[in-house]
């Protein structure tokens, strides 16, 4: 990163490309459902570093991509965006990790299957390279498409800054299990939450459970029914704004930029969940994991639909 602006943000993660499939109609199982196929770029990790760009954020990002037409389209777009790729690994034995999904004609997701055993080969070492020129103030932001060992020494190696992680899935949920104690900020849905928790039945006592267990503060998402967020012993829930839906694919992603947006300009988490719910509307509304449309400009004048937590 020698002689570009230091980072802000520093992503750890999974960038990839993303298939999406659109019935034209109602998928029905087992049968060929004609539709449309569209190619992006995508990953949690990949998703949040080109949104905290877009929203004029110094971010630079770490992950492994094949060396392969793929792996050559994804970095290019996180380059369009201002993302600093310099601590990006090519891997010549692995291909380009690759996430497709299919979806209703609503944008509703009926599968999804993730191709990424490249993630798995990323090098424990490499952390040390991540890490060690990288400002106090930079916030740290992880995704768990990385194996639960890089998660771990990324952890255990932040030092006095802020640590932020975005549970990927159900199955990939556990891998910050061993360092939740170090996770200054989860974003997670209520299953991945359910899961981290090993509580099931009482959702509504998830984030009390995961405070005790050492996150002290978080963000769960709830689909149409808002989000459920602490910090301590503080807790607040917001609504989910009507929003005609295009696609669900990368709201989540779109809503942890947005509120990590909101906290570096004020601090607070309470005062950065509308940008967050902004954030996350803005992408339900659109075709792309983190629309176009996205600016500082274009965020804040989405605000005036959010309410306040």
């Known amino acids: 990163m020698s002689g570009q602006t230091p980072p802000r943000f520093f992503v750890l993660g999974g960038a990839h490309m993303d298939q999406i499939g659109r019935s034209e109609k109602r998928c029905e199982p087992g049968q060929s459902n004609p539709g449309f196929l569209h190619h992006s770029p995508g990953g949690v990790a990949g998703n949040i570093a080109r949104g905290l760009a877009m929203l004029d954020w110094s971010v630079a990002l770490s992950t492994i991509l094949g060396q392969d037409a793929d792996g050559d389209f994804v970095e290019a777009a996180l380059q369009e965006k201002g993302v600093a790729t310099d601590l990006i690994i090519r891997d010549d034995k692995h291909p380009t990790a690759t996430y497709t999904a299919i979806e209703e004609p609503t944008g509703a997701l009926v599968a999804g299957l993730a191709s990424m055993q490249i993630y798995d080969h990323y090098p424990l070492d490499h952390i040390e390279a991540c890490l060690k020129d990288l400002p106090h103030n930079c916030t740290l932001v992880a995704d768990t498409n990385l194996p639960a060992e890089v998660l771990k020494v990324f952890a255990q190696n932040k030092g006095a800054r802020t640590l932020a992680v975005c549970a ?49 503060s978080g963000v769960i998402t709830k689909g149409g029914k808002g989000v459920t967020a602490w910090a301590g012993e503080q807790h607040w829930q917001l609504p989910a704004p009507p929003v005609r839906v295009k696609s669900t694919n990368g709201a989540g992603d779109s809503l942890a930029a947005c509120l990590l947006h909101g906290l570096a300009l004020h601090q607070e988490l309470e005062k950065a969940l509308p940008y967050g719910m902004a954030g996350a509307s803005l992408a339900l509304m659109s075709n792309q994991a983190i629309p176009d449309m996205l600016s500082r400009t274009m965020l804040d004048s989405c605000l005036a639909d959010i309410p306040a937590a």
């Open 168 to 216: 990927v899935s159900g199955p990939k949920a556990n891998r910050v299990a061993d360092c939740l104690e170090a996770v200054d900020l989860l974003f997670c849905n209520e299953t991945e939450a359910a899961i981290l928790a090993q509580e099931y039945a009482d959702l509504d006592a998830l984030p009390e459970i995961l405070l005790e267990i050492g996150v002290t």
